[in-house]
T-cell receptor
Framework: DTAVSQTPKYLVTQMGNDKSIKCEQN?????MYWYKQDSKKFLKIMFS???????INETVPNRFSPKSPDKAHLNLHINSLELGDSAVYFC????????????FGQGTRLTVV | GEDVEQSLFLSVREGDSSVINCTYT??????LYWYKQEPGAGLQLLTY?????DMKQDQRLTVLLNKKDKHLSLRIADTQTGDSAIYFC????????????FGIGTKLQVIP
């Protein structure tokens, strides 16, 4: 069984469009994250939710809006897509605390053309 | 500020030891992690070390932490072709929630 699953795996879209990436975890974790990995493999946290509450919100354009309908889901909606949004987006989940493992999804490769 | 640096590339022969190095700038980090990313896959936690430890060993993996120099290393003994991947060093900060800052990743190539 997949622990953290993201859909879609690949997403190609035109500039200006609005798109969503979905993430679900079946591990019973209470904290979920979105990370962005750019073309140089640099991985940076974007958002973190704990029990549906936003706890980490790094400097990310307002066009990015996370939504957590319940603690097993954290979706990422992106408005007015730009070329610079092209990257691999990773969802992850963990229990609360630093000494716990974060489980990552396989990533969604977003290409904006 | 938070900054984690790693060399980009390392090539070793199968059976040799690999040492991947990392430096970080924020001395307030609580945990330091090593993650592995295989092609087309998400990140997988390999090991982590609490910031008041100097060393941690886990089978073929040895993590060394020099807190004074803010230097972390991962040694993989008897490196195998299956170890070929990108290895990310990361530091985590206290506060209860796992805010983790990643390095850029070191690509390890194991030559048969």
């Amino acid at each position: 069984d997949t622990a953290v699953s993201q859909t879609p795996k690949y997403l190609v879209t035109q500039m200006g469009n609005d798109k969503s990436i979905k993430c679900e975890q079946n591990l019973g974790h209470d904290t979920m994250y979105w990370y962005k990995q750019d073309s140089k493999k640099f991985l940076k946290i974007m958002f973190s939710y704990n029990n549906k509450e936003l706890i980490i919100n790094e400097t990310v354009p307002n066009r990015f809006s996370p939504k957590s309908p319940d603690k097993a889901h954290l979706n990422l909606h992106i408005n007015s897509l730009e070329l610079g949004d092209s990257a691999v987006y990773f969802c992850a989940s963990s229990t609360r605390g630093l000494n716990t493992e974060a489980f990552f999804g396989q990533g969604t490769r977003l290409t904006v053309v | 500020g938070e900054d984690v640096e790693q060399s980009l590339f390392l090539s070793v022969r199968e059976g040799d030891s690999s040492v991947i190095n990392c430096t970080y700038t924020d001395s307030s980090s609580t945990y330091l992690y090593w993650y592995k990313q295989e092609p087309g896959a998400g990140l997988q936690l390999l090991t982590y070390i609490f910031s008041n430890m100097d060393m941690k060993q886990d089978q073929r993996l040895t993590v060394l932490l020099n807190k004074k120099d803010k230097h972390l290393s991962l040694r993989i003994a008897d490196t195998q072709t299956g170890d070929s991947a990108i290895y990310f060093c990361a530091e985590g900060f206290s506060g209860g929630y796992q805010k983790v800052t990643f390095g850029i990743g070191t690509k390890l190539q194991v030559i048969p």
